[in-house]
T-cell receptor
């Protein structure tokens, strides 16, 4: 089966600019996650979707971050405006039950 | 609340030696436990998982882990290290009613010396 696909793989922007990340989950996986991984740390959940509903977004900084999952398939995570501290890897994962499968991630550098 | 502690941010072993990566967890509900591996510039790959069945779990690439409730541990082992095992390893915990939400440890970087 095809894995979780994320794009772009790398993104370099200047602070205060907007940025968007895209994720295509494994076909049939109704649960989709966005995780943030800072350098040298484990991933931390930003938001979890069950189909098109965001069921856990308590860790999403809503003043600058937004996410959507239209039609319960693909998802987009947006940051506007980006700050220096947003430099990190943004991982998307999907699951049918309990074992999330991860994409390769988007490495964001904010200059 | 749930948490994971990985003892040792960096472990170095010789090729052919035993690999032991330590993980202790805290959970107020019966836990599901996972080990993931991350190679440079790649996402996380599931090595193995414990979901309340057998306490000794076998995974891919010759890895296994044992769930010990009395010690709240889920250590990862491999009898003989290969150079290709060099990577970052993450232990994670989830509750069986949390929709797969994972709480990760800080990670352990494994180096394998020839």
């Amino acid at each position: 089966e095809a894995g979780v696909v994320q794009s772009p793989r790398y993104k370099i922007i200047e602070k205060k600019q907007p940025v968007a990340f895209w994720c295509n989950p494994i076909s049939g996986h109704n649960t989709l996650y966005w995780y943030l991984q800072n350098l040298g740390q484990g991933p931390e959940l930003l938001i979890r979707y069950e189909n098109e509903e965001a069921v856990d977004d308590s860790q999403l900084p809503k003043d600058r971050f937004s996410a959507e999952r239209l039609k319960g398939v693909d998802s987009t995570l947006k940051i506007q405006p980006a700050e220096l501290g947003d430099s990190a890897v943004y991982l998307c994962a999907s699951s049918l039950r309990q074992s999330p499968h991860f994409g390769a991630g988007t490495r964001l550098s904010v200059l | 609340a749930q948490s994971v502690t990985q003892l040792g941010s960096h472990v170095s072993v010789s090729e052919g030696a035993l690999v032991l990566l330590r993980c202790n967890y805290s959970s107020s509900v019966p836990p599901y436990l996972f080990w993931y591996v991350q190679y440079p510039n790649q996402g996380l790959q599931l090595l193995l998982k414990y979901t309340s069945a057998a306490t000794l779990v076998k995974g891919i690439n010759g890895f296994e882990a044992e769930f010990k409730k009395s010690e709240t541990s889920f250590h990862l082992t491999k009898p003989s290290a290969h150079m290709s095992d060099a990577a970052e390893y993450f232990c994670a915990v989830s509750g069986n009613n949390q929709g797969g939400k994972l709480i990760f440890g800080q990670g352990t970087e494994l180096s394998v010396k020839p």
